[in-house]
Nanobody, 119 residues
Framework: QVQLVESGGGLVQAGGSLRLSCAAS????????MAWFRQTPGKEREFVAA???????NYADSVKGRFTISRDNAKNSVYLQMNSLKSEDTAVYSC?????????????WGQGTQVTVSS
């Protein structure tokens, strides 16, 4: 069982930056792929970025070049550095974990943290 707790959300002006953190409890964090998703009311949850257990990363086209996902296995944590934020980045951001490769359905989810970008 893995428990995930996000932090770092808030209100920021367009063009600004935020760094989200996700702390994981449980064992074998290094064997999990980690990802960030986001969701706005009335829309489906959207993939943002993922970092595999081998440290490979991939991003949604909408955030490439602006967001960076990273992980620190010693701290059981994954991060999302968000730069050049736009109003359309406003959403609840959740981190997720799954065993093995970063593709497919994620097993564990955090409660989410709100990011609001004002224009």
């Amino acid at each position: 069982q893995v428990q995930l707790v996000e932090s770092g959300g808030g209100l920021v002006q367009a063009g600004g930056s935020l760094r989200l953190s996700c702390a994981a409890s449980g064992r074998s964090f290094s064997s999990y792929s980690m990802a960030w998703f986001r969701q706005t009311p009335g829309k489906e949850r959207e993939f943002v970025a993922a970092a595999s257990q081998l440290y490979s990363t991939n991003y949604a086209d909408s955030v490439k070049g602006r967001f960076t996902i990273s992980r620190d296995n010693a701290k059981n944590s994954v991060y999302l550095q968000m730069n050049s934020l736009k109003s359309e980045d406003t959403a609840v951001y959740s981190c997720a974990a799954k065993r093995g490769l970063p593709t497919g359905r994620y097993e564990y989810w955090g409660q989410g943290t709100q990011v609001t970008v004002s224009s």
